[in-house]
């Protein structure tokens, strides 16, 4: 396909004023569509051209509220995990993973549709109706508290997780097509994206533990009526704040009914057997049975993807390099999340730390973050994405070795405040880079597939990571006997998750290396 003199001129200045440059890299995913795209698109169809500067610092603080408020809904059932045990007579550890795993499982699920929905229908009216869909079960998920049924709170918390799995992929897939024409930008945008995400965690863990130190038995719900009342507020303001994204999509494209339907069934599934192990036993019939079924309907669901004409996940047109770049994120992902959740309960039940001394300690993620998320952005256009991945899952691997091996009586500033400065550079420099090499990857309208697949595969392998973690846990720390030797046999097992994570990204870079050394 031919490409403008402009866009020409314009690679060609980028090729030469950087010698490693992201389209110079083998295994770097070659922004080819997003480059045809921009060429073919007229100059005075772009919104961000038109955007005054504080309009559009307003437009990416919007976008990047997606992220935010995931993460900060995450920490709502975490931080006081405890505390919402006590309101539905719990302690069993099987079951409070259930308070984070059941919201995870749905955003990690239907994120799978919810860019394909944007593509097809639009990434601005999916986004909008997601923050309404978020506020509304974010309200009834902190009423549940009245109902003492711990089910029925796990239910709101699932169809709570619904709401970001359509906001999150419809955000990314906005910045991928209105900066299309901006690849530096781009990618600054993307880390900021990123960036977000512990930033988001704290913010939640902040508003998550006053109310419920201070607020009584029911004050925990408190941080779920704030989230709602921000949630409705974005929604109505998104639909001013956001410029209209022009939908090139194919209006002949239909949606893939028979796709959806077993990827959504099969992911559930494996997700809930995973999840409800721990807490019946594997020996019980029916957890091993609809784990078996569940990889059935995903064996079935990636038959029907390769034939399908309009897939949900392209299967026949992915590369080897976004296999190594989705591996990676789900072995690295996996053990953040036994990481941050396994660390919450062994500072407050092993230190003795209350939940806002808890959330105190968790706020140096933030400038950590933010640091990692920069020096991203900076470095996407210079080393190669195996590099970034590898330096990313080696910092997963780190700090789960520090919490695995601190202890008890240690003071917080030794391994403790070193290992939660050095997790967020396993988050906050695989994501971008993930999620920008995927969205060079795709085609300019299909950003909201691509944003999909790496938000299924973050928030899908948290969830499954929490299961596999609570299924080792429970047999070490039977019958809560041994709570710090089952805390550290979970942290054992996601540093197994990241080691697995280094030696994909090595196996990856030594691939792209002979590449970058064949000759021509």
């Known amino acids: 396909m031919p490409l403008s003199t402009d866009i020409e001129r314009h690679d060609a200045e980028l090729a030469t004023s950087s010698p490693s440059t992201t389209n110079g890299h083998p295994d770097a995913i070659t922004d080819k569509y997003a480059s045809d795209s921009a060429s073919l698109e007229p100059q005075h169809d772009d919104p961000i051209s038109r955007m005054s500067f504080p309009h559009e610092c307003l437009f990416i603080a919007t976008l990047c509220c997606a992220q935010l408020m995931t993460q900060a809904a995450l920490a709502q059932a975490i931080t006081p995990l405890h505390i919402i045990g006590n309101t539905f007579n719990t302690s069993n550890p099987g079951e409070l993973s259930w308070f984070a795993a059941s919201y995870s499982l749905t955003v990690g699920t239907f994120i799978l549709i919810a860019g394909r929905l944007g593509d097809m229908y639009g990434h601005k009216l999916v986004f909008v109706c997601g923050f309404a869909w978020f506020g509304l079960w974010s309200l009834i998920a902190g009423l549940s508290g009245y109902s003492r049924s711990q089910v029925f709170f796990d239910i709101c918390r699932a169809l709570q997780g619904m709401g970001p799995a359509f906001v999150l992929p419809n955000a990314l897939a906005i910045f991928g097509r209105l900066?299309?024409?901006?690849?530096?930008?781009?990618?600054?945008?993307?880390?900021?994206?990123?960036?977000?995400?512990?930033?988001?965690f704290v913010v939640g863990s902040i508003f998550s533990a006053?109310?419920?130190?201070?607020?009584?038995?029911?004050?925990?719900?408190?941080?779920?009526?704030?989230?709602?009342?921000?949630?409705?507020l974005l929604a109505v303001g998104s639909v001013w704040i956001i410029p209209h994204v022009p939908n090139d999509t194919d209006t002949t494209e239909t949606f893939d009914y028979a796709g959806a339907v077993t990827?959504?069934?099969?992911?559930?599934?494996?997700?809930?057997?995973?999840?409800?192990?721990?807490?019946?036993?594997?020996?019980?019939?029916?957890?091993?049975?609809?784990?078996?079924?569940?990889?059935?309907?995903?064996?079935?669901?990636?038959?029907?993807?390769?034939?399908?004409?309009?897939?949900?996940?392209?299967?026949?047109?992915?590369?080897?390099?976004?296999?190594?770049?989705?591996?990676?994120?789900?072995?690295?992902?996996?053990?953040?999340?036994?990481?941050?959740?396994?660390?919450?309960?062994?500072?407050?039940?092993?230190?003795?730390?209350?939940?806002?001394?808890?959330?105190?300690?968790?706020?140096?993620?933030?400038?950590?973050?933010?640091?990692?998320?920069?020096?991203?952005?900076?470095?996407?256009?210079?080393?190669?994405?195996?590099?970034?991945?590898?330096?990313?899952?080696?910092?997963?691997?780190?700090?789960?070795?520090?919490?695995?091996?601190?202890?008890?009586?240690?003071?917080?500033?030794?391994?403790?405040?070193?290992?939660?400065?050095?997790?967020?550079?396993?988050?906050?420099?695989?994501?971008?880079?993930?999620?920008?090499?995927?969205?060079?990857?795709?085609?300019?309208?299909?950003?909201?597939i691509a944003a999909s697949l790496v938000n299924t595969v973050v928030n899908y392998s948290i969830s499954i990571g929490l299961g596999v973690a609570g299924t080792v846990e429970s047999r070490v720390n039977r019958e809560g006997t041994n709570g710090l030797k089952g805390y550290r046999s979970a942290w054992y097992t996601a540093i197994g998750f990241a080691g697995v994570g280094v030696a994909v990204s090595l196996l990856f870079v030594v691939r792209t290396w002979r590449r970058w050394e064949k000759p021509e």
Request: proline share 6%.
């Open 179 to 200: 900066y299309a024409l901006r690849p530096r930008r781009k990618e600054m945008v993307f880390a900021l994206f990123g960036a977000t995400a512990p930033t988001g």
């Open 210 to 232: 006053l109310p419920a130190v201070e607020g009584g038995e029911m004050g925990w719900a408190w941080t779920y009526y704030a989230s709602a009342i921000f949630c409705v």
């Open 263 to 448: 990827g959504v069934v099969g992911l559930v599934l494996v997700n809930f057997a995973w999840n409800q192990g721990p807490v019946v036993g594997w020996d019980v019939p029916y957890t091993y049975i609809l784990l078996i079924v569940g990889i059935l309907f995903l064996c079935v669901f990636v038959w029907v993807e390769k034939r399908a004409k309009h897939p949900l996940v392209p299967f026949n047109a992915l590369t080897s390099e976004v296999g190594y770049v989705l591996a990676c994120m789900w072995a690295g992902w996996s053990s953040f999340g036994i990481w941050v959740f396994y660390l919450w309960q062994f500072l407050q039940i092993e230190r003795g730390v209350t939940p806002i001394l808890a959330t105190a300690m968790f706020v140096p993620v933030v400038i950590s973050g933010l640091c990692a998320a920069l020096v991203c952005g900076w470095l996407l256009s210079r080393i190669r994405t195996s590099i970034l991945m590898t330096i990313s899952m080696v910092a997963f691997t780190v700090g789960n070795i520090m919490v695995a091996v601190a202890p008890v009586h240690q003071t917080y500033w030794a391994l403790t405040f070193v290992a939660i400065c050095i997790m967020p550079w396993g988050m906050d420099m695989s994501f971008p880079a993930a999620t920008i090499s995927l969205s060079n990857f795709m085609p300019r309208q299909h950003q909201g």
